[in-house]
Structure formats: structure tokens, C-alpha cells
């Protein structure tokens, strides 16, 4: 069965930072590019960064960039190191799997983790 | 960046009925749309990609149509389980990748 499963959420301070996780499993994680969604509460869905299959090519929201970084290594995993976190960042980070291929571009999100909570908050 | 607009914010329809939800881009996307289902809870669920292929497991009830800057999707003939968040999406002109607001799709 394919599956993502995201780690990592918490309470945070503002300022803060929070390293989010999202294993993979059920597919040839090292041949699908993949992403970051967020979505606020009682809000609707935000990408935050995507990341190709070999790890060359990163892109960010402009709301992120310069705060976080998203990477991913062999052990299946994806990552998301969010520093100076803002209130703002308060969401359910999802990630996801691009539907077709290895490269960030023209594709779609076919498959969703169920999410992990994120509260900045003093 | 290109500005996804959804209409109407909510929908009422009693089940059985046909749902109509419409998607416009601010400027030509080509066929690069998607429209994703969210239950509350739950993750967002791809159905439709390419403005009109549906994605595996997907009812035949769900269709997408649509090219350029204007796009539908239509559930032909609701049933209880539809009742939920949709979402459509341009991945065309990137970054960033947008999303609409999304529809809110409620039991009349």
C-alpha cells in the first residue's frame, strides 16, 4: 500500500524551530518529486516547497523562503527544517507525492499523508 | 502568481441530484488542473487531474471538464459520502503551485 506518514508537529514559541518528517512506503520513493502543503485552521490548502527525486532542485513559497528547507534522504524520508517560525505557520503540514515523476513541474499531488500540526504559540 | 477563484463558496444539493462546482485561473493554465475532495479530518484526495482524467478508484460519477482559465467539476448524481470540501488546483505556471478557496459542498 502506498503510504506517507508525517512526524514532527508540536507547540512551538515563536522564533522557534521544528523539523517535520514524512516516511515513505509502498512506492520507489527515490523516482517521485515531492511537497510540502500546509493549511491553516478553518483555512484552505497552501504549498509550501517542493523537492525533486535526486534532490538537486528545491523550490519554496515566498512566504518561507529563507526560513525553511526542505530536503529528503535515502532512508525514504522527507523533510521540512522550519526555523524563526511565525505565528502565521500555524497549520497541518501535509506531505505529498507528485502523481507522475521524478521532477518538480507540471504534476499534480496524487498521494497525501494524513498531516501533522504545527502551533506557533507563546 | 496565478489567482485560483471557486464558485459558489458553498453548494446545497439534496442527494441524488447533480452538483456543478466551477474553478477559474486569473490567466491560462492549459489543461494543468486538478480538483482534490477533503473530508473533515482527513486528508485532501486527488480526483480529477488534467482538467478531465480521473484518478484511479475515482467514480465514474465524478467529471472534470474545462480548459484555459475556466474549468467545472460535476458530480452526476450525489450520494451521502460526496458531502465534503473541493478544492481544484493549477500546477501549469509554478512556482507556486495554487489552489483555490474551495467549495463547500453541503446536504440541502
Known amino acids: 500500500e502506498v503510504q506517507l506518514l508525517e512526524s514532527g508537529g508540536g507547540l512551538v514559541q515563536p522564533g522557534g524551530s521544528l523539523r517535520l518528517s514524512c516516511a515513505a512506503s509502498g512506492f520507489t520513493f527515490t523516482s517521485y518529486a515531492m511537497s510540502w502543503v500546509r493549511q491553516a485552521p478553518g483555512k484552505g490548502l497552501a504549498w509550501v516547497s517542493a523537492i525533486g527525486a535526486r534532490a538537486a532542485t528545491t523550490y519554496y513559497a515566498d512566504s518561507v523562503r529563507g526560513r525553511f528547507t526542505i530536503s529528503r534522504d535515502n532512508s525514504n524520508t522527507l523533510y521540512l527544517q522550519m526555523n524563526s517560525l511565525r505565528d502565521e505557520d500555524t497549520a497541518v503540514y501535509y506531505c505529498?507525492?507528485?502523481?507522475?515523476?521524478?521532477?518538480?513541474?507540471?504534476?499534480?499531488?496524487?498521494?497525501w499523508g494524513q498531516g501533522t500540526l504545527v502551533t506557533v504559540s507563546s | 502568481e496565478i489567482v485560483m477563484t471557486q464558485s459558489p463558496a458553498t453548494l446545497s444539493v439534496s442527494p441524488g441530484e447533480r452538483a456543478t462546482l466551477s474553478c477559474r485561473a486569473s490567466q491560462s493554465v492549459s489543461s494543468n488542473l486538478g480538483w482534490y475532495q477533503q473530508k473533515p479530518g482527513q486528508a485532501p484526495r486527488l480526483l480529477i487531474y488534467?482538467?478531465?482524467t480521473r484518478a484511479t478508484g475515482i467514480p465514474v460519477r465524478f467529471s472534470g471538464s474545462g480548459s484555459g482559465t475556466e474549468f467545472t467539476l460535476t458530480i452526476s448524481s450525489l450520494q451521502s459520502e460526496d458531502f465534503a470540501v473541493y478544492y481544484c488546483q493549477q500546477y501549469n505556471n509554478w512556482p507556486p503551485y495554487t489552489f483555490g478557496q474551495g467549495t463547500k459542498l453541503e446536504i440541502k
Open positions: 488534467a482538467a478531465s
Open positions: 505529498a507525492r507528485v502523481l507522475s515523476g521524478p521532477d518538480v513541474g507540471a504534476d499534480t499531488f496524487g498521494i
